[in-house]
Nanobody, 115 residues
């Protein structure tokens, strides 16, 4: 079955960095559009970044220039490098795969930015 397992979250000080990983299985990873979403307490889930099967990327305005999404098709893994983190980036981060119009989600990983 399809599985997406996120890792790499944690507590970091403002200005710090984290790299999230999402290891995938159960589908043809190289054909999927992969995305990172986040959901802060009391807020709706929002798109952070996405990368197509061809490598095209797009980002939310709030993270442009600070976050980078990438993928390694050989490892079936998508990454989110997060730099210059701010308290407003605190949220649960979710990985999503879209394959043939089907969406699959991971369980999420908590990112907390606080001094």
């Amino acid at each position: 079955q399809v599985q997406l397992v996120e890792s790499g979250g944690g507590l970091v000080q403002p200005g710090g960095s984290l790299r999230l990983s999402c290891a995938c299985s159960g589908f043809t990873f190289s054909r999927g559009t992969m995305s990172w979403y986040r959901q802060a307490p009391g807020k709706e889930r929002e798109l952070v970044a996405a990368i197509s099967s061809g490598g095209s990327t797009n980002y939310a305005d709030s993270v442009k220039g600070r976050f980078t999404i990438s993928r390694d098709n050989a490892k079936n893994t998508v990454y989110l490098q997060m730099n210059s983190l701010r308290p407003a980036d605190t949220a649960v981060y979710y990985c999503k795969a879209r394959v043939l119009l089907n969406d699959y989600w991971g369980q999420g990983t908590q990112v907390t930015v606080s001094s």
